[in-house]
Structures are given as structure tokens and as C-alpha cells.
């Protein structure tokens, strides 16, 4: 069965801290992963979009890691502030037959970043 | 469209009553996702339809739900004999389904509280 299992499903830190976030999937055939942010009353939106054969990439203080052989991915948080308390949400996208590529979304780790 | 359009933003209904959510996804879009999200909680996966047809409705919590998608385009989520458990936000996203690097964009959801 497709899933994406996400965790720690909530974690707080203080400003400045660095944290990481965990992504394990079981999606076959993989696509690509993205790490999604969504803040408080709003709809998710795309951080980092990863392929298979890409392992890191960076987008400003937030990094994020891929190994497709153990099919783990990571969400790095550099040097946290205020305004990165949000939920992280993992997606991983299938390729079926016609083509077609099937997002399979985790539930999501709720980071809550205190002064 | 410009994004996902979702209506109505917000729904106040009597336990009982059925509710209909719709969902205006981006032109052109072939998937399209339903989710709910439970205050504080993580995304949880309702309905994926390709374009007309929803080959994968494993995450409808119960016969009170439904969903369908007319032209390939707008859909509509419909709750019937609305519980209390029902209250969540339910967030629609679409897809180009056929992309090597989709993206998922997300409408600003649907808040239904059953009262």
C-alpha cells in the first residue's frame, strides 16, 4: 500500500534552534517528493520538489534530503524564526499506468517555533 | 482560474442537514484531491479523482459522503445528514496528473462547523 508516514507529528523549538523533520514512504513507482509549509487557515504551499536521483536541495534556511534506496527524506531547519511555525507536510508522487502521477500526502509534522 | 477555488470559505449547518462543498480547481488540471483537516490535526485523504472518474475514494469516512466531478473540472463534495464529527476544514487541490514534477495547489478550503 502507497503511504507516507511522517514524523514527529508535532515538535516545538526555541528561535534560532535548528530542527530536522522525517519523511518514510512506501510509494511505488516514485516520482518525486515535495516538502510542503502550511501556515495557520491556509492551504499548503510547495517548499522543495525532489527527484530520484537528487539528494539534497536547498531553499534558503530550509534543506532537504532524499535517499531512494531507504526511501527516507528530511526537512532541515536552519536557524529557526517565528514565522516558520507551520505545518511540514511530505508528498510523494506515484506513476500509474496512462502516465498519470498520483500524489500521496503525509499527515504532517506541526512545528511551533517559541521566542 | 488563476488558483483552486473553493465556496463556500465558510459553512455553519444544522446536524442533519445535508452540506455541499465545491471546488474550482486550475484550468487545465486532470487531478484533483479532497482532504479534511480536524483543528490541530494532519491532512486526511478523502476522495482523488482523474479527470472525471475517481479511481481512488478510499478515504470517504462513510456512505453520508460523496463526491463527483463533472467536464473534467469542477467537483463537488457533499455531506449528507451532517454530525458534529463532520466539523473540520476541507481543503480541495489540483494537479496536472501528467507532469514528471506535479505540483499540488491547494484551494484556501471550505471551514464547515455542524452545530
Known amino acids: 500500500k502507497n503511504q507516507v508516514e511522517q514524523s514527529p507529528q508535532s515538535l516545538i523549538i526555541l528561535e534560532g534552534k535548528n530542527c530536522t523533520l522525517q519523511?518514510?514512504?512506501?510509494?511505488?513507482?516514485?516520482?518525486?517528493l515535495r516538502w510542503y509549509k502550511q501556515d495557520t487557515g491556509r492551504g499548503p504551499v510547495s517548499l522543495t520538489i525532489m527527484t530520484f536521483s537528487e539528494n539534497t536541495k536547498s531553499n534558503g534556511r530550509y534543506t532537504a534530503t532524499l535517499d531512494a534506496d531507504t526511501k527516507q527524506s528530511s526537512l532541515h531547519i536552519t536557524a529557526s524564526q517565528l514565522s516558520d511555525s507551520a505545518s511540514y507536510i511530505c508528498v510523494v508522487s506515484a506513476v500509474f499506468s496512462g502516465g498519470y502521477n498520483k500524489l500521496i500526502f503525509g499527515a504532517g509534522t506541526r512545528l511551533a517555533v517559541h521566542p | 482560474g488563476a488558483g483552486v477555488s473553493q465556496s463556500p470559505s465558510n459553512k455553519v449547518t444544522e446536524k442533519g442537514k445535508d452540506v455541499e462543498l465545491r471546488c474550482d480547481p486550475i484550468s487545465g488540471h486532470t487531478a484533483l484531491y479532497w482532504y479534511r483537516q480536524s483543528l490541530g490535526q494532519g491532512l486526511e485523504f478523502l476522495i482523488y479523482f482523474q479527470g472525471n472518474s475517481a479511481p481512488d475514494k478510499s478515504g470517504l469516512p462513510s456512505d453520508r459522503f460523496s463526491a463527483e466531478r463533472t467536464g473534467g473540472s469542477v467537483s463537488t463534495l457533499t455531506i449528507q445528514r451532517t454530525q458534529q464529527e463532520d466539523s473540520a476544514v476541507y481543503l480541495c487541490?489540483?494537479?496536472?496528473?501528467?507532469?514528471?514534477?506535479?505540483?499540488?495547489?491547494f484551494g484556501q478550503g471550505t471551514r464547515l462547523t455542524v452545530v
Open positions: 519523511c518514510n514512504y512506501t510509494v511505488s513507482p516514485f516520482s518525486n
Open positions: 487541490a489540483s494537479s496536472s496528473g501528467q507532469a514528471v514534477n506535479t505540483e499540488a495547489f
